[in-house]
């Protein structure tokens, strides 16, 4: 799961009923110190919701730290997985937990009863369901308890709770327990948001389409699909468009991705699918009539996925880096298949392995058919 290339762990699991006897034995004074002195609403000035979410933060200190855990598919600690570079992760597919956005998805799910903020920490970050934004030159003067703290330069790695009185909750890193810490406006700290109060998604956009949500701020919509056309509009923030249809048109690169489909919105304005939450090609999303979408490259076959903080790695193994995270169902190349690593999820068991086009591994659980993809050659 790509929730970060640089980003901290927190480790949230039960390594069997041995060590969770330990743990019970060794840790339980200390987690009912921490709780009752140490996490809980230290500040006045939130909502209800986010004293909700602080407590529900609270109440898993102690838990283990483990990487991709969190991202099930309801809010809840997961079972997680090797990051691909720290020793401290290879044990996180043992330990049942959280990273540092699965606790903050898991808190406001509590909190709401909505399942506000399924995604990553930069997911998080670009949330519509911001109320209000704070930069890291603000500090922690404005923020109350509850209120999402961000790390990172350009793409945000780490997020944590602001509990108020100068003091946080978090899932740090593998290897380590959630915790409460002094808070951290150093270094890559990019600032912080406060999760809407009521809990209610912002409405659809009128007019039909399909709805998605952008990401980025002071993003464009133009009247062609051309960077160098009219602005139509301008958006501060994350917000949700009504995509109408898609086609190829000019390429653009910005924010380290490049792509030349653009989504025309209910509006009749254009824009680059690069600040649109989703895959190049957002999926459902009918061709414009402009373009003819061209054939996947390298001879290979399109093939859908299904399921959420799906991982692609370097090698045909659940332990080799990972390369890319597919937060929702995608549609990936496949160039060829093979026999490799024995992987259980999800209740399948498999040791077929697709090679993207990007020379990337995915487990063949994940693509959408038969064990053994029909028509494509072997490795």
């Not at 200190?61 to 600690?77: M, N, R």
Request: charged share 15%.
């Amino acid at each position: 799961m790509k929730i970060s290339s640089t980003r901290r762990r927190t480790s949230g699991g039960l390594l069997g009923a041995s060590v969770l006897a330990l743990t019970a034995f060794f840790s339980a004074p200390a987690h009912a110190a921490a709780q009752d002195t140490s996490c809980g609403v230290l500040a006045p000035g939130a909502s209800a919701t986010a004293q909700a979410a602080v407590d529900a933060a609270c109440s898993q200190i102690g838990v283990w730290y483990s990487w991709g855990g969190g991202h099930g598919a309801t809010p809840g600690a997961t079972y997680g997985y090797y990051d691909g570079s720290d020793p401290d992760s290879l044990h996180d597919n043992e330990r049942k937990g959280f990273d540092c956005s699965g606790l903050m998805r898991y808190a406001y799910w509590r909190a709401t009863g909505r399942d506000l903020l399924n995604g990553t920490a930069d997911d998080q970050f670009h949330s519509s369901q911001a109320s209000a934004r704070f930069s890291a030159g603000q500090g922690t003067a404005p923020l109350v308890p509850g209120d999402l703290m961000f790390w990172g330069n350009g793409h945000i790695h780490h997020v944590a709770m602001y509990l108020g009185n100068g003091q946080m909750v978090e899932a740090y890193e593998s290897g380590t327990h959630i915790r409460v810490t002094p808070v951290r406006t150093g270094g890559d700290y990019a600032g912080a948001i406060r999760v809407n109060g009521s809990g209610t998604p912002t409405p659809p956009p009128a007019n039909g389409g399909t709805t998605f949500e952008t990401w980025g701020t002071g993003v464009r919509t133009h009247s062609t699909p051309s960077v160098r056309s009219a602005v139509v509009d301008t958006f501060a923030g994350p917000t949700q468009v009504s995509v109408q249809c898609q086609q190829h048109a000019e390429t653009v690169t910005a924010e380290g991705y490049t792509n030349d489909i653009w989504s025309k919105l209910a509006d009749g304005s254009w824009m680059t699918n690069i600040y649109i939450k989703g895959p190049a090609s957002l999926p459902g999303i009918p061709d414009c009539g402009g373009s003819s979408t061209p054939p996947p490259s390298g001879g290979s076959t399109p093939f859908q996925t299904w399921g959420t903080g799906v991982r692609t790695h370097s090698e045909p193994n659940v332990n080799a880096g990972v390369v890319d995270y597919f937060a929702q169902p995608t549609t990936v190349n496949v160039v060829c298949q093979a026999h490799a690593q024995e992987v259980t999820a999800d209740g399948y068991t498999n040791d077929a392995w697709a090679k993207l086009t990007d020379g990337s591994w995915l487990t063949n659980i994940y693509v959408k058919g038969p064990a053994w993809l029909p028509g494509v050659p072997t490795c």
